[in-house]
């Protein structure tokens, strides 16, 4: 039973922790590596892919927290909760 326990922990932080890394990704604007600055700015984006994708990562994150607070401790959730949403609040 401890076995399990500890699979199930590490399943769901390394999805959580891949999802949050997805979502640090594709902030921004994918021009952004370009120099000069001013070569960004000229470059309409109109594709929204960027957009999609991180706002998939966002839901599906939220699914893999429910699961987090539903498997494990009421602290572990709490805490988990706590880091997603400090590092959606800086990468927004």
Do not use: H
């Not at 922990?9 to 952004?32: E, I, K, P, T």
């Not at 009421?74 to 800086?90: D, H």
């Amino acid at each position: 039973m401890a076995i399990r326990g500890v699979l199930i922990r590490v399943l769901l932080y390394a999805a959580c922790a891949a999802l949050l890394f997805v979502y640090m990704m594709f902030q921004g604007s994918q021009y952004d590596w370009m120099e000069p600055a001013s070569l960004a700015k000229n470059i309409e984006d109109n594709s929204k892919n960027r957009d999609v994708i991180r706002v998939t990562t966002v839901f599906i994150t939220l699914i893999m927290q429910f699961m987090i607070a539903i498997c494990l401790s009421r602290k572990e959730a709490i805490v988990s909760v706590a880091i997603v949403t400090t590092i959606f609040y800086l990468c927004w």
